[in-house]
């Protein structure tokens, strides 16, 4: 199959998912003198095509959104590709240890605040898996999504909690080795989780912070009985 999306022909490689809502493929642009290739969603439910293209392009720039296209009677959205390396086969499998555990989720949290993706996509890559993790450790989301799940009433506080429990989920084994640093953000977690991105991301950063003898124990009881 061939597609022609303005300046680009994209001819499927790959089927990689097949859905109620939609489908999401791997095409080259053989219009291209180079390799190029892209993820391209292709959503058949007309109601979330419209919520999706008022989305993103509300958004364009901002993320790795390439293109859209009305096809027969479905919606594309074309995407970068990205190489797929999923945090939970490629980090999970190392021998880890709390730093680069830390290290992860403020790489994940930066990712989510920089990326531009509105947050119903954003919720629904965190939640499906979507997360790859590069050789250099960088982090960076993956646009083979189930739509189906799709919900425009998504907000940040929702797309922060969860980045911060896949986050902790990872820290859960490890943290009793800074067991009082990370007291405060566990608390905050499961009281009425994150805000925002940004809020995770300072707990986070300062729970990371190497022990100091006063310094976590000064601010846990200034904080820790405090309304959070």
Same mark, same amino acid.
């Not at 003898?213 to 309304?227: Q, S, V, Y």
């Given at each position: 199959?061939?597609?022609?999306?303005?300046?680009?022909?994209?001819?499927?490689?790959?089927?990689?998912?097949?859905?109620?809502?939609?489908?999401?493929?791997?095409?080259?642009?053989?219009?291209?003198?180079?390799?190029? /290739?892209?993820? %391209?969603?292709?959503?058949? @439910? #007309?109601?979330?095509?419209?919520?999706?293209?008022?989305?993103?392009?509300?958004?364009?720039?901002?993320?790795?959104?390439?293109? @859209?296209?009305?096809?027969?009677?479905? /919606?594309?959205?074309?995407?970068?590709?990205?190489?797929?390396?999923?945090?939970?086969?490629?980090?999970?499998?190392?021998? !880890?240890?709390?730093?680069? +555990?830390?290290?992860?989720?403020?790489?994940?949290?930066?990712? +989510?605040?920089?990326?531009?993706?509105? /947050?119903?996509?954003?919720? $629904?890559? !965190? #939640?499906?898996?979507?997360?790859?993790?590069?050789?250099?450790?960088?982090?960076? $989301?993956?646009?083979?999504?189930?739509?189906?799940?799709?919900?425009?009433?998504?907000?940040?506080?929702?797309?922060?909690?969860?980045?911060?429990?896949? %986050?902790?989920?990872?820290?859960?084994?490890?943290?009793?080795?800074?067991?009082?640093?990370?007291?405060? !953000?566990?608390?905050?977690?499961?009281?009425?989780?994150?805000?925002?991105?940004?809020?995770?991301?300072?707990? $986070?950063?300062?729970?990371?912070?190497?022990? #100091?003898?006063?310094?976590?124990?000064?601010?846990?009881?200034?904080?820790?009985?405090?309304?959070?």
């Amino acid at each position: 199959m061939i597609y022609q999306i303005g300046d680009m022909t994209l001819q499927k490689t790959q089927e990689v998912f097949r859905g109620k809502v939609n489908d999401v493929i791997v095409c080259q642009d053989i219009a291209s003198s180079g390799k190029v /290739y892209y993820t %391209v969603l292709i959503v058949r @439910d #007309k109601e979330i095509a419209r919520k999706l293209m008022k989305l993103f392009h509300a958004e364009r720039g901002k993320n790795r959104f390439v293109a @859209d296209y009305t096809w027969k009677d479905t /919606y594309m959205m074309v995407f970068d590709y990205v190489r797929e390396r999923p945090l939970e086969k490629f980090f999970g499998s190392e021998i !880890l240890s709390l730093p680069s +555990c830390e290290q992860m989720g403020l790489n994940l949290t930066v990712e +989510c605040l920089a990326g531009g993706i509105p /947050y119903p996509i954003l919720f $629904l890559q !965190l #939640k499906q898996g979507q997360i790859h993790i590069a050789k250099d450790k960088s982090i960076y $989301l993956g646009y083979c999504v189930d739509l189906e799940e799709f919900s425009e009433t998504v907000t940040e506080k929702d797309c922060a909690t969860l980045c911060a429990k896949i %986050v902790f989920s990872y820290i859960e084994g490890m943290k009793s080795e800074k067991v009082t640093s990370y007291k405060l !953000l566990e608390k905050k977690l499961w009281k009425g989780g994150y805000q925002r991105f940004t809020q995770f991301y300072k707990d $986070l950063k300062m729970a990371s912070q190497p022990l #100091k003898k006063d310094g976590i124990i000064a601010r846990l009881k200034n904080e820790i009985g405090a309304k959070i």
